[in-house]
């Protein structure tokens, strides 16, 4: 069975501090990952997805990077946080291929500060 | 671009009584997903489920694709139903599964 394990579980961070959030998907080889956002009280929002290793696609620009060093692990963060980076961050896998059923971890809660 | 739109945006219902979640939306699509997500915020895949009907446990998923429409049944609820439950279209095609969701409805089952 296929898992997927986010960290940390919350964070509380301080404008113009960094920020890196990780995923790991385990019992799957070659995923389609994601990363999504919701602020509070809003909408899902896709920010990054990758179909492989060392590649990696911008959904939304929110002043965030995302990168694959590994196949079973996704990384988002930022250099200089945001008020607006508040929110909730999940990760997520699909099979890959197209339109496919996604599985989400269980989420970072972001409070900037 | 695409438009998803969930209805109601809340109900409450009493323990044991249905419930009929809507989702509309305004393009073709190549998939529909439900999720539940908790209190917490953590999401949970329901179905996906991009044409026809589809049963799990006390909850069913239709979808009609020329009415452009999808629905969620939840039959006998239970307090423990209650959270949101989000509606995701899927009609990009591509790589990548990129999802439109909606805002979701709040449902909140009282014992």
């Known amino acids: 069975a296929q898992t997927i394990h986010q960290w940390p579980v919350a964070e509380i961070k301080a404008v113009g501090s960094p920020l890196s959030l990780g995923c790991t998907i385990k019992g799957k080889s070659s995923p389609n990952l994601y990363w999504y956002w919701q602020a509070t009280g809003g909408t899902l929002q896709q920010l990054f997805y990758?179909?492989?290793?060392?590649?990696v696609e911008s959904v939304v620009q929110l002043n965030l990077s995302a990168s694959r060093p590994k196949d079973d692990q996704f990384i988002l963060s930022t250099e200089k946080l945001l008020l607006s980076h508040s929110g909730f961050y999940l990760c997520a896998w699909s099979w890959t291929g197209t339109n496919e059923r996604l599985f989400f971890g269980h989420g970072t809660k972001l409070s900037v500060l | 671009g695409q438009q998803v739109q969930q209805s109601p945006a809340s109900l409450v219902l009493q323990e044991g009584e249905n419930a009929e979640l809507q989702c509309n939306f305004s393009t073709s699509l190549n998939s529909m997903q439900w999720f539940y997500q908790r209190p917490g915020g953590s999401l949970v895949s329901l179905f996906y489920?991009?044409?026809g009907t589809k049963h799990s446990g006390r909850l069913t998923s239709t979808t009609v694709i020329k009415e452009r429409r999808s629905s969620l049944h939840i039959s006998s609820s239970q307090t423990t139903d209650s959270g949101t439950y989000l509606c995701?279209?899927?009609?990009?095609?591509?790589?990548?599964?990129?999802?439109?969701f909606g805002k979701g409805t709040k449902l909140s089952v009282k014992s």
């Open positions: 995701a279209l899927g009609g990009s095609g591509g790589s990548n599964a990129k999802l439109t």
């Open positions: 990758s179909i492989t290793v060392g590649q």
């Open positions: 489920n991009p044409s």
